[in-house]
């Protein structure tokens, strides 16, 4: 199986294959973390209901939560306008950052200066 050949038409991958694809908690609109996807991650999370991301570290797919049990359940997923960026709305059990965190964006807010 692959991913539907309609959806990867209109798919707007970079150079590597990938499209960035951002975590939303679907209740709240919390932005939860980014990661990157290729046919073969979107077409396991549209078909399983877990996200599944490409590592590009690793060079391996993961399923979030499947080593931490910060399991994301797939509610909805939705590309942009341009089809270059995945939004995958989830139910985050647990923190969806690596740090444990909720999300990967706790780690500090930059200051706004205005001049």
């Known amino acids: 199986m692959s991913l539907d050949p309609e959806i990867a038409a209109r798919l707007k991958r970079s150079p590597d294959g990938l499209v960035p694809a951002i975590a939303q908690q679907y209740d709240t609109g919390e932005v939860l973390m980014l ?43 939705a590309l942009d306008c341009d089809a270059d960026t995945v939004l995958v709305q989830v139910d985050q059990l647990g923190g969806a950052c690596h740090t444990g965190d909720r999300t990967c964006f706790d780690a500090g807010r930059l200051e706004i200066t205005l001049g």
Request: charged share 25%.
């Open 35 to 77: 990661a990157w996807m290729d046919d073969e991650a979107l077409h396991r999370t549209l078909t399983t209901g877990r996200a599944t991301y490409w590592s590009r570290s690793r060079q391996e797919y993961w399923v979030k939560g499947a080593s931490s049990g910060n399991v994301q359940h797939v509610k909805s997923v």
